[in-house]
């Protein structure tokens, strides 16, 4: 994902985990694991510094944060369906490590 194509690797992630609740629980684990290093990656390359940073930089950079924002959020709601929240969480999810 770092090089090539950012933005069509996410989409292709997060499109490959979206039907991924009823698989076994081995790929559920490696399609988590590929989320969460989907949104780390957006959020350090594409979203750091919110809005505010954002805003300071191109035109291009400015009409793509609703885009990666909305990329980042898919991921998330995919990765909650596949953590499954009444179940204990995966032992090797550290929350700590996503930087909000």
């Known amino acids: 994902m770092r090089r090539g194509e950012p933005e069509t690797a ?4 997060i499109a490959a985990t979206t039907d ?3 698989a076994s629980e081995a790929d559920r684990k490696l399609g988590a694991a590929a989320l ?6 957006i959020e ?3 979203l750091r510094g919110g809005v505010t940073q954002v805003l300071q930089k191109t035109k291009e950079a400015r009409a793509a944060y609703p885009r990666w924002k909305a990329l980042s959020a898919q ?5 909650l369906k596949l953590d499954k ?3 204990a969480p ?5 929350d700590l490590d996503l930087d909000f």
């Open 10 to 13: 996410a989409k292709a992630i």
């Open 20 to 22: 991924l609740s009823k």
């Open 36 to 41: 969460i290093d989907t949104i780390e990656l």
């Open 44 to 46: 350090v390359t594409q």
């Open 75 to 79: 991921a998330g709601k995919n990765l």
């Open 85 to 87: 929240p009444g179940k």
């Open 90 to 94: 995966f032992p090797e999810f550290n």
